[in-house]
């Protein structure tokens, strides 16, 4: 069963991370897309079908201000089926067929499930300069720590998604991923990352490794902060 409270919004400093909700989240991921991917990008109605297979996997990073919450990110982890990942990872199909192939809510609440992927991890170009210090590994770090807790995982749980960019591959593999496929074996042209660990603890040895244990969720009542971040 789901651990709803898992969901909770998390926040440091002026930050929050939340689980998406309203169409305005959809709006929001399609338009930071398309000011980079033009015509490319996925439509609200796409991503907002992504979110009512599985609704829990979908973490939106805001800024809070006098003005209202401002779009920072995403990152969104979504069950996929067994077969059609296998096929995906070692280059047989495309991302058409991955993307027929997400499980639905009902499916994974009751038992949990041990194929996941990444199917988005985003920035807005004008926070990007916090991203790779700041943004991304807080982000990453509560959204995977919410995801662990929330009931939807079985383990030994495998993880994948493609890198897109050398900063995105440098980031994976800073979070423990490695490289299951190279770009030139793979339908779409791009390199297949994957982890597989065996229970929670596994997911966050990178974190300690680096010395990033600070990250994680702190004790109620502290209040983490991006002053404190190293990386």
């Known amino acids: 069963m789901l651990n ?11 930050f929050v991370v939340r689980l998406a909700s309203k169409f305005e989240d959809f709006e929001n991921i399609h338009n930071a897309e398309r000011a980079e991917l033009g015509d490319a990008a996925e439509p609200p109605s796409e991503i907002k079908r992504v979110w009512d297979d599985y609704p829990y996997g979908m973490y939106v990073l805001e800024e809070e201000g006098a003005a209202g919450a401002t779009y920072v990110g995403t990152f969104l982890v979504i069950p996929v089926d067994e077969k059609v990942a296998k096929d995906f990872r070692q280059g047989r199909v495309g991302y058409k067929n991955l993307d027929k192939a997400n499980l639905k809510l009902a499916t994974v609440a009751q038992a949990g499930w041990s194929v996941w992927r990444i199917w988005l991890l985003q920035i807005v170009p004008s926070y990007r300069k916090q991203a790779y210090r700041h943004l991304i590994p807080w982000l990453l770090a509560h959204a995977f720590d919410s995801w662990a807790e929330s009931g939807a995982v079985r383990y030994p749980v495998e993880i994948f998604t493609t890198g897109y960019t050398a900063e995105g591959e440098a980031m994976l593999r800073r979070f423990g991923f490695s490289l299951e496929t190279a770009g030139e074996k793979m339908a779409g042209g791009k390199p297949c990352y994957s982890r597989i660990c065996q229970d929670k603890n596994a997911l966050f040895v ?21 002053s404190a971040t190293t990386e």
């Open 4 to 14: 709803l409270k898992a969901f909770t919004p998390v926040r440091f400093d002026n």
């Open 206 to 226: 990178p974190l300690f490794d680096r010395g990033l244990d600070h990250l994680l969720p702190v004790a109620v009542g502290q209040q983490p902060s991006l």
